[in-house]
């Protein structure tokens, strides 16, 4: 998957000393082993990351990069020009590619708090909206560059319930008390509500019919590849059945049967699947 909006990257394997080609409505520019750090600086600029952890994943697809072309890969540089099908090709190598628009929603997140047994009013997530920029530039990397999936963020602040809801919180009292104050500017609300035994997904549950809603625990009990973060994994997890609900899900996607990639009910981890972004980006 290529965006439309800026220049990506794309290695090409077993194609060395091939002259490279591109389909209708890209243009290429091979990228050598010298090359390599400056055209990983560039494409990580497109993504709102931090510095250190920028640094990090720097560092990291620098290696594997330089792997891949000691070992015959070729890596590009590819512009488009517009939306829609196309490829890249070097010798007998052929890759399809499809050039995707972004998709861009607003997100709120709001952190509940409720009436404890004593009626004092408390925040029953250990979350706070300090840590959202950091969720935002996760669901980037995860969402924005596989899938051309970007979130920004409306608002990120408390609701105060002024009733006990009891914890975990479930189904019915997210249905009664606290759907209803999903911030109606944004595209997708969140609600951090600290412990979830709601239904669907373990760690959190989207609900369509009370119009893009999301309820997220704190800590979700799913199993991750390791180095994953399970609450990361299950926030994204929640948003692709937002995107795939607004998109129409034409291909009725509800959980893929792909370990080690998202949207699962086995062992998750933050990688879109080609299958997942073609649903997430239907043409
Ligand atoms: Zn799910």
Do not use: C
């Not at 939306?83 to 499809?98: D, F, I, N, T």
């Not at 990361?232 to 948003?239: G, N, S, W």
Request: aromatic residues 8%; neutral net charge.
């Amino acid at each position: 998957m290529i965006p439309i909006q800026r220049p990506s990257l794309v290695l090409l394997r077993n194609a060395g000393g091939h002259w490279p080609a591109a389909g209708p409505g890209l243009s290429i520019t091979q990228i050598d082993k010298a090359g390599v750090s400056a055209a990983l600086d560039r494409y990580l600029a497109g993504f709102d990351l931090t510095g250190s952890r920028r640094n990090g994943l720097s560092g990291e697809l620098g290696t594997a990069i330089l792997l891949e072309i000691a070992n015959g890969g070729i890596l590009l540089s590819v512009d488009s020009r517009h939306a829609g099908a196309s490829w890249l090709k070097a010798g007998r190598v052929r890759q399809e590619v499809y050039v995707s628009r972004p998709l861009v929603s607003e997100i709120t997140f709001k952190f509940l708090h409720h009436l404890d047994e004593r009626g004092n009013m408390l925040p029953v997530t250990h979350k706070d909206p300090a840590f959202v920029p950091e969720w935002i530039s996760d669901l980037d990397w995860i969402l924005g560059g596989q899938a051309n999936v970007w979130f920004e963020l409306q608002k990120a602040e408390p609701v105060k319930i002024n009733r006990q809801l009891g914890s975990p919180v479930n189904d019915v009292a997210f249905r009664t008390y606290i759907a209803q104050h999903k911030d109606a500017l944004a595209d997708v609300t969140v609600f951090l509500v600290g412990k979830w035994s709601g239904s669907g997904h373990a760690g959190g549950t989207f609900f369509t019919d009370l119009g893009d809603v999301i309820a997220l625990a704190d800590k979700p009990g799913i199993p991750v590849v390791e180095g994953n973060n399970p609450f990361i994994v299950t926030l994204a997890h929640e948003l692709v059945h937002y995107v795939l609900h607004f998109r129409g899900n034409k291909r009725n996607i509800h959980h893929l049967p792909d370990q080690h990639a998202l949207l699962n009910k086995l062992v998750e981890s933050t990688v879109v699947t080609p299958f997942l972004q073609q649903a997430l980006n239907p043409g």
